[in-house]
């Protein structure tokens, strides 16, 4: 099993930033990739971005690209999402994921607790 924890997320401002962390433990060995998903109140999940721990290849939605950069520290087993210029539409429950393989659509094993994103106007 693998287990993660995620956090980093709070209340903020239009414009701040902000860094998500999401730390991996037990059978790390099993883990290929990493990515992030989000949820916003009445939406569906998405997909937000994802890493391969071993190369450090980044994917990322459309949506997000350019504000969004996804990064691993792999002495830490840690994996981050760093968001700039928020905006109130980021306004999310923002969860870490992780397999050993990735697909276009993706359905990871493994899922973090969630950590809230609340962007105020």
């Known amino acids: 099993q693998v287990q993660l924890v995620d956090t980093g997320g709070g209340w903020v401002q239009a414009g701040d930033s902000l860094t998500l962390n999401c730390a991996a433990s037990?059978?790390?060995?099993?883990?290929?990739?990493m990515g992030w998903f989000r949820q916003a109140p009445g939406k569906e999940r998405e997909f937000v971005a994802a890493?391969?721990?071993?190369?450090?290849?980044?994917i990322y939605a459309d949506s997000v690209k350019g504000r969004f950069t996804i990064s691993r520290d792999n002495a830490k087993n840690t994996m981050y999402l760093k968001i700039h210029s928020l905006k109130p539409e980021d306004t999310a429950n923002y969860y870490c994921?992780?397999?050993?393989?990735?697909?276009?659509?993706?359905?990871?094993?493994?899922w973090g607790q969630g950590t809230q994103v609340t962007v105020s106007s």
């Open positions: 994921a992780a397999d050993r393989s990735y697909a276009n659509v993706w359905r990871p094993a493994y």
């Open positions: 037990g059978r790390t060995l099993d883990v290929y990739y």
């Open positions: 890493i391969r721990w071993a190369s450090g290849t980044t």
